[in-house]
């Protein structure tokens, strides 16, 4: 099973501000959709609840939480940590699982990822949420396009 994270980031690898995006790009939105569609998406709990709508239509939505009391709702599914819900998509048969955010849940997943795909963003922008940075030498670019002001760019490790 291949672990991706996708994200969109700013230069300074700000992906969020006040529980939030900190920029609305529609061919990103777009992209995302494109990417996940059919796909097993991970995300922690104020990750999911910032979604303008949720359950992620035509997604699996598998959200972190710490809370025991967190009740799942048709098209999303509740785990205790990251591992659990990897190992719930290996017994799935999921070929490939997309880490969605938040930062921490970024963090966790990175040793782990396979893939990153991101989208990065031209603007510099205040944001108390970032991406971790990764170890340059350890990522190869394997596609790069540009839309618009922004720049998609998928990474494989190795």
Do not use: Q
Not at 130 to 140: C, I, N
């Amino acid at each position: 099973m291949k672990i991706c994270l996708i994200a969109a980031v700013s230069p300074d690898l700000v992906i969020g501000r006040g529980g939030g995006l900190p920029w609305h790009y529609p061919e990103d939105m777009r992209h995302f959709m494109r990417t996940t569609m059919g796909h097993a998406c991970l995300m922690g709990r104020r990750t999911y609840e910032s979604l303008p709508r949720r359950p992620l239509p035509g997604r699996a939505n598998l959200v972190l939480t710490r809370r025991t009391d967190y009740s799942a709702v048709e098209g999303m599914r509740p785990f205790p940590d990251l591992e659990s819900a990897l190992e719930h998509c290996r017994l799935a048969g999921r070929r490939r699982v997309f880490v969605c955010g938040g930062a921490s849940v970024y963090t966790e997943a990175l040793p782990l990822a396979h893939e990153m795909i991101l989208t990065h963003v031209p603007d510099r922008v205040e944001g108390e949420t970032r991406f971790p940075e990764w170890p340059a030498r350890e990522w190869t670019v394997t596609e790069e396009r540009e839309e618009g002001r922004l720049r998609f760019v998928s990474y494989r490790r190795g």
